[in-house]
Nanobody
Framework: QVQLVESGGSLVHPGGSLRLSCASSRSIGSAEAMGWYRQAPTNERELVAVMTRGGRTFYADSVKGRFTISRDIAKNTFYLQMDSLKTEDTAVYYC????????????????WGQGTPVTVSS
């Protein structure tokens, strides 16, 4: 089973920046898609950003222009650069990878890692 480890979450002030990392135990070069997700208390897990095998990116409307997904295939790691953070970005952030082409919506995955908490507060 693929192991994914998220890191980089922290407490940050509004307007600040963070970079999250997701390290995979399997080569991400063979992935159909890789994505970042988040879940705030009392909310369902939502898709934040995704990158397809071909490098296309998609973002939730709430983070467009502020968040950037990127990857380093040599390191089997992908990232989420988060700028201009807002209090509503507070959540536990998770990553996941679609290796089989089954989709990248949150409901397409059976297992998740521990996530990394992001708190945006003054």
């Amino acid at each position: 089973q693929v192991q994914l480890v998220e890191s980089g979450g922290s407490l940050v002030h509004p307007g600040g920046s963070l970079r999250l990392s997701c390290a995979s135990s399997r080569s991400i070069g063979s992935a159909e898609a890789m994505g970042w997700y988040r879940q705030a208390p009392t909310n369902e897990r939502e898709l934040v950003a995704v990158m397809t095998r071909g490098g296309r990116t998609f973002y939730a409307d709430s983070v467009k222009g502020r968040f950037t997904i990127s990857r380093d295939i040599a390191k089997n790691t992908f990232y989420l650069q988060m700028d201009s953070l807002k209090t509503e970005d507070t959540a536990v952030y998770y990553c996941n990878v679609d290796y089989r082409g089954w989709g990248y919506q949150p409901t397409d995955f059976d297992s998740w890692g521990q996530g990394t908490p992001v708190t945006v507060s003054s």
